[in-house]
């Protein structure tokens, strides 16, 4: 009866639970690509986007869109929408999910910067902000050797 009480420490609920947050993420990234599909023929989208964040944006998110983004806008704007779909998709059959989460995270804080929400105060509220880069770190630190996964890395 003793050894029935025990429990063995194999993490296997939490890898569950992780494996589930991989592919929920995932299937958020898919959507989000196809929403940005049209900054891969016509990067000026992705332009006038920046120039709207660039009107209301603290000194550090002017910056950022000054020195970082807008030089780079021919390449991000096809580089975003890619991104997202890869990382999707790996997020979602369990492809080398650490790396996917850690680029997506990357992509996503960088983004948060562009737009300066990252700066708001509504950041810590938003269900897309916060929450999204939290589920991504977690993953980029403990994704590894999922339950359901296309590769065990």
Request: aromatic share 12%; hydrophobic share 60%.
């Given at each position: 009866?003793?050894n029935?009480?025990?429990?063995?420490?194999?993490?296997?609920?939490?890898?569950?639970?992780?494996?589930?947050?991989?592919?929920?993420?995932g299937?958020?990234?898919?959507?989000?690509?196809?929403?940005?599909?049209?900054?891969?023929?016509?990067?000026?989208?992705?332009?006038?986007?920046?120039?709207?964040?660039?009107?209301?944006?603290?000194?550090?998110?002017?910056?950022?869109?000054?020195?970082?983004?807008?030089?780079?806008?021919?390449?991000?704007?096809r580089?975003?929408?890619?991104?997202?779909?890869?990382a999707?998709?790996?997020?979602?059959?369990?492809?080398?999910?650490?790396?996917?989460?850690?680029?997506?995270?990357?992509?996503?804080?960088?983004?948060?910067?562009?737009?300066?929400?990252?700066?708001?105060?509504?950041?810590?509220?938003?269900?897309?902000?916060?929450?999204?880069?939290?589920?991504?770190?977690?993953?980029?630190?403990?994704?590894?050797?999922?339950p359901?996964?296309?590769?065990?890395?």
């Open positions: 009866m003793a029935a009480l025990k429990t063995k420490p194999t993490g296997g609920s939490y890898a569950v639970g992780l494996r589930v947050l991989a592919f929920m993420l299937v958020f990234f898919v959507f989000n690509a196809l929403d940005k599909a049209a900054w891969i023929a016509d990067s000026g989208i992705f332009e006038e986007q920046l120039r709207g964040w660039f009107e209301a944006a603290p000194p550090a998110t002017r910056w950022y869109i000054e020195t970082v983004a807008m030089p780079g806008v021919p390449l991000f704007a580089l975003v929408p890619v991104v997202e779909l890869a999707g998709a790996s997020l979602i059959l369990g492809f080398w999910t650490r790396l996917a989460a850690t680029v997506a995270f990357v992509m996503v804080a960088n983004l948060h910067v562009a737009s300066g929400f990252v700066f708001d105060r509504g950041f810590l509220i938003d269900g897309t902000a916060f929450p999204v880069l939290g589920g991504l770190l977690a993953l980029a630190i403990g994704g590894s050797r999922l359901l996964s296309v590769s065990r890395q």
